[in-house]
């Protein structure tokens, strides 16, 4: 049977994702992958007389029962079909079940997924991986509109943009917690935006990719971080490996709950890697600790994970040996792309490629 990956395209109103599913169609279709799309179930439902926006909680309730029951239905079925296939599947799902729950309050949320019979750590679990499109209301206005979808409630005003900005962070809030949830920034082009869904994608499908650097700073944090920012903690122990490649164990909690990764980088090429990561469950990740690198000390840090003007930032405060080390990291903004720093964050200096700055490096006992 083929390893089916199931791919999650979600984001905030107006975020590209339409756009995206035919990039990936055409580009992994050219690589010889069956695709398969799931369609967005909320704008069927709407299409066919469901009213989202109704002030009945009765009929808002069991519209949204049916719009999660549906969405499991066609993944169930689609996958069936992947599974009969002869050439390698993928299935890309415009939004996942996990997005239902940023329309509702969560003891509803709770109700409606018992009635289903599941829960929402197993309705994250469905999916490979998570892309999260950041909707264009969150700087990139010029390039908002309503025109590609009649359905949409979040109008082109000043608070229907208030709006569209409030969900884009909601529905990431409901994905916090999936081990590969990426999210993908607004680029002055918007080709930027797709090319780096396309990577995302090829690295689930662990297809070699260019090696591009983030761009890393050592900040000092001048302010109070925005309430809506995600805060975890990480710990990270790197295991004993061949020569050209790095493993990695990492536990990453929100509150109570807790994800345990592997992963491995490895060259293939001067500028080429392979990166392959899974999750695994804490009993192998505990086992796993017992090849620790001897030579290099585990990494602790608390993260904040937030969008400013349309850019994901990531914030880490390190500890223990590291302790008082703050690097930001910005996540796909391109070669030349102006940086949108948030007046609460002070640069002390850029370490953007400086090797010493990698935690595989900064790990190293002295």
Same mark, same amino acid.
């Given at each position: 049977?083929?390893?089916?990956?199931? $791919?999650?395209?979600?984001?905030? %109103?107006?975020?590209?994702?339409?756009? +995206?599913?035919?990039?990936?169609?055409?580009?992994?279709?050219?690589?010889?992958?069956?695709?398969?799309? $799931?369609?967005?179930?909320?704008?069927?439902?709407?299409?066919?007389?469901?009213?989202?926006?109704?002030?009945?909680? +009765?009929?808002?309730?069991?519209?949204?029962?049916?719009?999660?029951?549906?969405?499991?239905?066609?993944?169930?079925?689609?996958?069936?079909?992947?599974?009969?296939?002869?050439?390698?599947?993928?299935?890309?799902?415009? &939004?996942?079940?996990?997005?239902?729950?940023?329309?509702?309050?969560?003891?509803?949320?709770?109700?409606?997924?018992?009635?289903?019979?599941?829960?929402?750590?197993?309705? /994250?679990? &469905?999916?490979?991986?998570?892309?999260?499109?950041?909707?264009?209301?969150?700087?990139? #206005?010029?390039?908002?509109?309503?025109?590609?979808? +009649?359905?949409?409630?979040?109008?082109?005003?000043?608070?229907?943009? &208030?709006?569209?900005?409030?969900?884009?962070?909601?529905?990431?809030?409901?994905?916090?917690?999936?081990?590969?949830?990426?999210?993908?920034?607004?680029?002055?082009?918007?080709?930027?935006?797709? /090319?780096?869904?396309?990577?995302?994608?090829?690295?689930?499908?662990?297809?070699?990719?260019?090696? #591009?650097? #983030?761009?890393?700073?050592?900040?000092?944090?001048?302010?109070?971080?925005?309430?809506?920012?995600?805060?975890? #903690?990480?710990?990270?122990?790197?295991?004993?490996?061949?020569?050209?490649?790095?493993?990695?164990?990492?536990?990453?909690?929100?509150?109570?709950?807790?994800?345990?990764?592997?992963?491995?980088?490895?060259?293939?090429?001067?500028?080429?890697?392979?990166?392959?990561?899974?999750?695994?469950?804490?009993?192998?990740?505990?086992?796993?600790?017992?090849?620790?690198?001897?030579?290099?000390?585990?990494?602790?840090?608390? &993260?904040?994970?937030?969008?400013?003007?349309?850019?994901?930032?990531?914030?880490?405060?390190?500890?223990?040996?590291?302790?008082?080390?703050?690097?930001?990291?910005?996540?796909?903004? +391109?070669?030349?792309?102006?940086?949108?720093? %948030?007046?609460?964050?002070?640069?002390?200096?850029?370490?953007?490629?400086?090797?010493?700055?990698?935690?595989?490096?900064?790990?190293?006992?002295?």
């Amino acid at each position: 049977m083929n390893d089916i990956k199931k $791919i999650v395209l979600t984001g905030g %109103p107006c975020a590209g994702k339409t756009t +995206a599913l035919v990039k990936v169609i055409e580009h992994f279709s050219s690589l010889g992958y069956k695709v398969f799309t $799931i369609p967005e179930v909320p704008t069927l439902f709407t299409q066919a007389g469901m009213n989202y926006l109704t002030k009945n909680k +009765a009929f808002f309730y069991e519209g949204e029962k049916a719009t999660l029951e549906i969405q499991l239905a066609l993944e169930d079925k689609f996958l069936r079909m992947a599974e009969q296939c002869t050439k390698p599947s993928i299935i890309v799902c415009d &939004r996942g079940a996990m997005d239902i729950s940023a329309y509702m309050e969560p003891e509803m949320w709770d109700e409606l997924t018992r009635a289903v019979g599941t829960t929402t750590p197993q309705l /994250r679990e &469905r999916y490979d991986a998570v892309l999260h499109l950041v909707s264009a209301a969150d700087g990139a #206005e010029q390039y908002y509109t309503t025109a590609n979808n +009649a359905q949409r409630y979040e109008q082109m005003n000043e608070e229907g943009l &208030r709006i569209a900005r409030l969900l884009d962070k909601k529905v990431i809030h409901a994905w916090t917690g999936h081990p590969h949830l990426r999210v993908i920034n607004n680029h002055d082009d918007f080709e930027t935006k797709m /090319r780096r869904v396309i990577k995302e994608i090829s690295n689930v499908l662990t297809l070699p990719q260019p090696i #591009e650097e #983030e761009r890393k700073y050592i900040v000092e944090v001048a302010g109070a971080l925005p309430e809506d920012a995600i805060e975890s #903690e990480i710990w990270q122990t790197y295991l004993q490996s061949e020569p050209d490649a790095e493993v990695r164990l990492r536990k990453r909690s929100w509150g109570r709950k807790e994800v345990f990764v592997h992963t491995t980088k490895k060259k293939t090429a001067e500028n080429e890697e392979l990166v392959t990561e899974r999750q695994i469950n804490q009993s192998l990740f505990e086992m796993m600790l017992s090849l620790a690198d001897p030579r290099r000390n585990p990494i602790h840090k608390r &993260r904040s994970s937030f969008i400013w003007k349309g850019q994901y930032f990531e914030v880490d405060s390190y500890m223990d040996q590291l302790q008082g080390l703050t690097i930001l990291e910005t996540k796909g903004i +391109a070669q030349g792309e102006d940086l949108k720093l %948030p007046p609460f964050l002070r640069i002390v200096k850029e370490v953007t490629g400086q090797q010493e700055y990698y935690n595989y490096n900064l790990a190293k006992k002295q």
